[in-house]
Nanobody, 126 residues
């Protein structure tokens, strides 16, 4: 059974930094996985933040240059370093994973993912 557990969320002032982590268990070694971060605020759809796919690192325009995604396949962990945080980054952040089956651009969509974590709250105060 696949389980994704996020950690590292919290409250930070605008301009500050946070590092989110995602620990994955139960991922079979038979596949390579795309692993991504999404975020959601009340009343809005879950939106793409960043993804590690094949050898690609893709970012949403709103976070590019401020956020960095990284992963350790051997440890089945993934991180999101978030710098220069803004109040509009406030959201619940979700880790997601799925076996690699198509091109990297496909993993910008929530519907492409088989597995999700429970989310971690990030609040950026102004």
């Amino acid at each position: 059974q696949v389980q994704l557990v996020e950690s590292g969320g919290g409250l930070v002032q605008a301009g500050g930094s946070l590092r989110l982590s995602c620990a994955a268990s139960g991922l079979t070694g038979s596949y390579y996985y795309a692993m991504g971060w999404f975020r959601q605020t009340p009343g809005k759809e879950r939106e793409f933040v960043a993804v590690l796919s094949w050898n690609d690192r893709l970012y949403a325009a709103s976070v590019k240059g401020r956020f960095t995604i990284s992963g350790d396949n051997a440890k089945n962990t993934m991180s999101l370093q978030m710098n220069s945080l803004k109040p509009e980054d406030t959201a619940v952040y979700y880790c997601a994973a799925t076996p690699l089956r198509s091109k990297s651009d496909d993993y910008l969509r929530t519907t492409s993912y088989d597995y999700w974590g429970q989310g971690t709250q990030v609040t950026v105060s102004s």
